[in-house]
């Protein structure tokens, strides 16, 4: 993008930097200036600029976004241009104009009818700065509107009035058309496209290029002056799917901030009716969805933590206002309402970089490492007990499989121990496998039996995975690890794994192995009283820490020659024991979530609000409560509690939730 030094000098008249150096703030800004072009014409000498400006800074693709970006960061003035502030009657007459809009892709419509003009050549002083600008002259008309999108960064489009037929309607091209444009290139539509038509014929392809049919020319009286703001990824779509790369398309795919376009019409109609005459005969307007003003909360020393450096909060507080921020409340936690312009703002974050960007990233140390808070590490245990086994099963030769959870019945029959039952799934997707699966040594053998049509004569394989169980009333699931090795006898291991356990003895002796490397120094065996249908009842044992017992570990009853050995243990429970947490985690079918927010002021009396909390809740009726976040305040520390609930409906839960927490 180009712009002209002089107009931001007629912006911002306190202006006292040199073209280069406002390169150079510019650069810092987060535009790069890659280059100064010195110019000469009719008025005066000017200097352009060339900047790359950022995909999601959609407000400065004008010249006025650009001044304001000077203004934050000098704390300068911003004179805007004359009749950015009135232009268009008060009074809409939508009926002279006859528009349509019927397509969901268009935010918003502002068209003016303007009769009686005096189109010709346009003055000196504009055709110099489009040219100096890299755009040619056509005629007053549609210089003017050319002007408008570089200096307000909404393109505008004129349409001669006396050839448009009835009226004009935005909607989805339906067919394969084709189109003439204004240049005479000719551009087959293929259907989908936003156009605007006159109901029977496209007129242009709408935020991209116009037709010839009803362009302007010099012998053009009457106009319709239009400025949209469409759907960025419709405009993006239509561009490269036609290959037609416009100055306008390139405003219009991003997602300019469809607030500033009264302002653009305005200017608009001012250059017009003072350069051209005419009087405006009726006005309208389409916005399906107003955007209104955005508020966020904002931490005043949120910049500070994240750059590293300290930045005061009235500094911040400066800063932002020269954005054209508001800013209310009280301390260090405040309010923000965002410019209608910046729609790149959407989270305190984006604030505490407009504040470092502005304070300077050069004022950032670089041989200082930044004080930083750390993201406190909330990855559950039994994943990071589930890894470490990973990596130690893997260093060992054996590999990783995924079974599906859905399994037959007669699998869950084979591997049931104690009381606790299948659960059967309702409406499966596969009549065959209906129930939710015990234990994930079926899956392993299903994989072992694969393996043997392939001739593999020696199998090492585990899963991570849970396993379901109902058992009095009570629906359950575990994360658990199973492992199994089958050697056949009269075959030779592979070289690689000559050193794996082919006999009971050594299974048990490298999977306790396993289990001892993540500090499981407690370990005993004792014949297991219950053994699932699969075992030989004298080769099945409990793997005991103390006095709990961890799973299983047996050899399989079968008539194949050689032999395969299977453990399994819980490692939910094995999380509880090692990180001396809860083990069992209970399934209800309807959960609800609640969030409560309470002010400490710190850890250690949250812990003990915790405990007190705890017998205050109806314990039948409650999954789980944690500390799911915190905020410092002025006050301590605020600190959001998660309560969920089982058995109760929505409203059960909340009424128990405003008892509690109020």
């Not at 407690?522 to 053994?531: G, K, P, V």
């Not at 024991?577 to 609800?592: D, F, G, H, R, S």
């Not at 915790?610 to 017998?615: F, I, Q, T, V």
Request: proline letters at 5%; one cysteine or more; aromatic letters at 6%.
């Amino acid at each position: 993008m180009k712009v002209s030094f002089n107009q931001l000098k007629q912006l911002l008249p306190e202006l006292k930097a040199s073209p280069k150096e406002v390169g150079e703030v510019l650069t810092r800004l987060g535009f790069l200036a890659d280059g100064l072009e010195e110019k000469g014409g009719f008025r005066r000498h000017d200097t352009i600029i060339s900047l790359e400006v950022r995909q999601n800074r959609a407000d400065c693709l004008g010249v006025i976004g650009i001044a304001k970006e000077l203004a934050a960061y000098y704390g300068l003035r911003l004179n805007e241009p004359a009749g950015f502030a009135s232009g268009l009657p008060s009074v809409e007459q939508p009926s002279a104009l006859n528009i349509k809009v019927r397509s969901d892709d268009v935010r918003r419509v502002l068209a003016v009818k303007i009769e009686n003009l005096t189109n010709g050549s346009s003055p000196e002083w504009l055709k110099d700065y489009l040219e100096n600008l890299g755009v040619n002259s056509v005629n007053l008309l549609v210089d003017i509107s050319n002007y408008i999108m570089l200096t307000t960064g909404y393109p505008p489009h004129l349409f001669d009035a006396d050839k448009i037929g009835t009226g004009l309607v935005w909607e989805n091209n339906r067919e394969k058309i084709a189109m003439e444009t204004f240049d005479g290139t000719q551009v087959n539509l293929l259907g989908g496209e936003l156009v605007i038509s006159n109901g029977k014929e496209p007129l242009a392809l709408a935020g991209l290029i116009g037709a010839k049919t009803a362009g302007v020319t010099l012998e053009t009286k009457n106009i319709i002056a239009e400025i949209a703001n469409y759907n960025p990824s419709q405009i993006r779509s239509d561009s490269r799917k036609l290959r037609i790369f416009t100055e306008a398309g390139s405003r219009l795919d991003k997602n300019i901030s469809p607030s500033g376009i009264d302002k653009a019409m305005n200017l608009m109609i001012r250059q017009i009716t003072e350069l051209a005459g005419g009087v405006i005969k009726g006005v309208y307007g389409h916005y399906s969805e107003p955007v209104g003003p955005i508020t966020i909360p904002f931490d005043l020393n949120l910049p500070t933590r994240i750059a590293g450096i300290p930045i005061d909060e009235a500094t911040a507080v400066e800063i932002l206002n020269r954005l054209g921020c508001e800013i209310t409340g009280e301390g260090s936690n405040r309010l923000v309402s965002l410019p209608m312009e910046r729609t790149d703002l959407t989270l305190a974050e984006d604030l505490a970089e407009e504040v470092i960007r502005l304070y300077g990233y050069e004022k950032i140390v670089a041989t200082k490492t930044p004080a930083l808070d750390f993201t406190p590490d909330i990855t559950p245990p039994v994943i990071v007990l589930a890894e470490a086994l990973r990596d130690r099963l893997v260093a060992l030769g054996f590999d990783e499989i995924l079974s599906c959870p859905l399994v037959k019945n007669e699998d869950n029959d084979s591997v049931k121990t104690g009381t606790a039952t299948a659960i059967t799934t309702q409406n499966p997707i596969n009549e065959g496998y209906p129930q939710l699966r015990l234990s994930l040594i079926p899956g392993l053998i299903n994989q072992r039996d694969e393996f043997w049509k392939l001739n593999v004569a020696y199998a090492t394989l585990f899963e991570i995975g849970k396993v379901f169980a109902q058992e009095r009333g009570r629906y359950e699931e575990q994360e658990s690890l199973a492992v199994l090795v089958n050697w056949r006898q009269g075959a030779s291991a592979p070289e690689e794994t000559v050193l794996l356990p082919t006999t009971f003895r050594e299974f048990r002796a490298t999977f306790e192995k396993v289990l001892r490397s993540i500090g499981l120094d407690e370990l005993s065996y004792t014949e297991a009283t219950i053994t699932p249908g699969l075992a030989l009842p004298k080769n099945c044992f409990q793997i005991m820490t103390g006095r709990d017992s961890l799973g299983l570990i047996y050899k399989l009853k079968e008539n194949q020659a050689g032999a395969t050995y299977v453990a399994q243990i819980n490692l939910t429970k094995l999380v509880g024991l090692i990180y001396k947490e809860p083990a069992a985690t209970e399934l209800e079918t309807k959960l609800v979530s609640l969030d409560a927010n309470v002010i400490l002021k710190g850890l250690a009396e949250l812990d003990g609000y915790l405990a007190r909390l705890s017998g205050q809740l109806p314990e039948d009726n409650i999954w789980s409560l944690n500390a799911i976040d915190q905020f410092k305040t002025s006050d301590g520390i605020r600190y959001t509690l998660r309560v969920v609930y089982h058995g109760l409906s929505d409203q059960e839960a909340k009424t128990k939730h405003a008892k509690i927490f109020g």
